[in-house]
């Protein structure tokens, strides 16, 4: 009996070993699925917050070496971006922001909050939140354990690898919370055929402008103005994506430059630069524009920072 129970605990030890490499492997080689890593990192001093469009196209590596220079920010910066459905700003989000916001200052250094806006992130949806908030459901609130690596808690309820095509490296989530995409945009017609079918896709959604998502947008900037500076952007997409915005909400830019004018924070529109940009489908950068862009929010940033505007 003595030598079963041994043999039974020696074997339980190995399979926990086993899955522990596992998680790690799926960790290190960026082939987990697109929030895992964000669940397994530490509190963070400076974020960039929003939905897909951010997590792919704004890019904490080259934020970090364009302040590198600077002695203010408290650097490195993290991208807590996850998907339109996981993210929009609310009750939820605001709670997992809090819970990853490092409350406790370096000295003479400040937190750089990068804010993504756009109206799919600040809207109610008839199908999506028929039962409520859409995100109450995501690993964003379900989640309640973080800072762990590996976090059994996600691996049990929503660990995915997808499929082998997502596996073969298409879809990478960096350490530094960037949604890597490997895309290629030489082949024009698959680019075309991505944007017809995903603002096919976003004209069946029927949106309303939220006023509960706008009152926690502007309870976000309240609590990230205490650490530091806030910096709200809109970013570029394609020009059929935002007809399909203007059409929705059409003085949207206007409704977040209130906002930004009343809590004395910047507003960085670079929504109407539609053919600066490239998009994978209409919604998303490609990763080199999204390289670009990142280094021309930066220089507004540095521009605003400087007190020029």
Known sequence: MKRFIIKTLWIGCVIAGLFVIFCLFLRYCGISDFAYKRFTVGK??????????SAQGIHPAVINDYFSGNSEFSLPIYNFSFTVTDSPYGEVYYNAIRKILNADRERNKKGLFILSVDPWSLSME???????????????????????????QYLAYYFQLRDMTWVDQTMQLQDDGWLKINFSM?????VNENVKQKCALYRTYRMTKSLY??????????????YGDVYMCRMPVHVEML?????????????????????????????????????????????D?????????????KTYYNGIY
């Open 44 to 53: 963070q001093h400076s974020l960039v917050i929003g939905t897909s469009r």
């Open 243 to 287: 007809e399909i915005e203007n059409a929705n909400w059409g003085n949207f830019e206007e409704d977040i430059r209130k906002i930004s004018s009343f809590h004395g924070v910047p507003y960085i529109s670079f929504v109407y630069e539609v053919d600066k940009y490239r998009t994978i489908d209409g919604n998303h950068l490609c990763k």
């Open 126 to 152: 008839d199908t999506w939140d028929a039962e409520g908030c859409r995100e109450k459901a995501s690993c964003v609130n379900k989640i309640k354990l973080t800072g762990m690596n590996p976090n059994f």
């Open 289 to 301: 524009d999204g390289a670009l862009f990142t280094k021309n929010l930066c220089d507004s940033i």
């Open 213 to 226: 998502r706008l009152c926690w947008l502007e309870k976000t900037i309240v609590l990230l103005k205490q």
């Open 186 to 190: 030489a082949n024009t017609a698959l």
